[in-house]
């Protein structure tokens, strides 16, 4: 049964009314935005791992360029995304804290290894797509500070997603046959990865919902998974790559593609931090929280300084 304030607040969202940092909201809509969003943040942060390792082995100095861009945007949506969490009353270094140490959680996508260049496009093309289609609704959410914050993102990720699929073209329609399997062979290592990106399917969906009536999530899981395979099997088709999943068939009467089972044990196990590069991904990270001390010291010394000359 809800109360007065939790009724009044649950009208607004139904009324489409935007819910800002200063309004009253119910904890739990609090807590869930934080774990959500700070989630979010943690997942653009780590997600510039796996790409920055082709940054000095790029083929061209344009390819380089625009995988800068890339990685460098990421970072942008991680910043963004920490400080639309920040207006929720949760602090940086309390997020940053809970993903060191593994306590908080971040997209399984990124615990997995980029082997070769074709990765790259396959990483922009599956994995930033799929980014896309999860965050076009986030636009529209109740929160303020984050569908004000994924406008600017979902334009960045049209460049990210538009530069992966240019390189496959390159290298699948313009490129030898060996680039063309080796495009086939990264394929078949990001396609269910990337479809896990989505979350569990629905009935497995501990979040759905109570994020669908507040408005944070504004379709389901598996809605927005099947929108990703129905817009990405032409997209494949075009590319002369094969779709590594056999039950993947164009359903006339759905109107959808149907396609077969994901791994779910692969996806939990990931989660728990037994994917292929879960240990050295929160390494990196720690490497680098380690690293950039000094940095975050001189700042707030900086600050002390900056404060106590006002007061003088
Ligand atoms: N990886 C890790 N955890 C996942 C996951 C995944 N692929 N999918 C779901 N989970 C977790 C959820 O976080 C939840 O655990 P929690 O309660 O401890 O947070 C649990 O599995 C059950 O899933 P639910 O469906 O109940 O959880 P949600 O309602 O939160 O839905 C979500 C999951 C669709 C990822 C939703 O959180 C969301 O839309 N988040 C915002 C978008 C996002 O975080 N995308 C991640 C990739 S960011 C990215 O790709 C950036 C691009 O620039 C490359």
Known sequence: ELSGPE???????????????????????????????????????????PEGNWLTRAPTLKRKAILQAKIQDEA???????SAAETLGVSREEMVDDLLSGKAKYSTIFNYPTLTWADIGMIGWLVDGSAIINQI????????????????????????????????????????????????????????????MFGPPDAASTNSAQSMQWRIKLFSNDELRQKMVD????????????????????????????????????????????GPCNRERLQARRDAHEAGAWVREAFSAHAAKQAARRKV
């Open 137 to 196: 609704p986030l636009c529209r959410c109740s929160y303020g500070p984050y569908a004000r914050a994924m406008v600017r993102v979902c334009k960045e990720e049209s460049f990210h997603q538009r530069q992966g699929y240019d390189l496959l073209i390159q290298m699948c329609r313009h490129g030898t046959p060996e680039q063309k399997a080796m495009c086939q062979d990264a394929l078949n290592r990001w396609w269910w990865p990337s479809l896990m």
């Open 76 to 82: 942008g949506h991680g910043l963004y995304l920490y």
């Open 231 to 274: 817009q990405s099997v032409p997209q494949a088709e075009y590319l002369g790559l094969t779709v590594p999943d056999p039950d993947l068939k164009w359903n006339e009467a759905r109107g959808h593609y149907d396609f077969g089972e994901i791994d779910w044990d692969e996806f939990h196990a990931v989660i728990k931090g037994n």
């Open 7 to 49: 009724q009044a607040f649950q009208q607004r969202v139904d009324d489409g009314v935007r819910i800002e940092p200063k309004d009253w909201m119910p904890q739990a809509y609090r807590k869930t935005l934080v774990r959500q969003i700070s989630q979010h943040a943690h997942s653009e942060i780590v997600g510039m791992l």
